[in-house]
């Protein structure tokens, strides 16, 4: 049987996803459009002050700060993968 040339890349399956940071549990709502990055920076780096709202976004790294922090009805910031789009 005859092998077939395969060629590797170095491309990872991960490579196809970017990582970006959603604000959630804003007194907004959907309609809250505000960036990560362009929030006021605090001498606190996971977290950040909106000028629109007036209030404090904490930068969540697990299930149990999300939870945490919705109990608490605070804004909060996560990191989701979206889908890069191949053109």
Do not use: H, P
Request: hydrophobic share 35%.
């Amino acid at each position: 049987m005859k092998s077939k040339n395969t060629k590797l890349t170095n491309q990872l399956q991960t490579d196809f996803w970017e990582d970006t940071i959603d604000i959630r549990n804003c007194v907004f709502g959907r309609d809250c459009k505000q960036i990560w990055e362009r929030l006021t920076d605090t001498t606190n780096a996971s977290l950040k002050f909106c000028r629109k709202c007036e209030r404090n976004i904490y930068m969540i790294e697990n299930d149990n700060d999300v939870a945490n922090a919705i109990r608490l009805n605070q804004c909060i910031a996560i990191k989701v993968q979206s889908q890069l789009k191949l053109i």
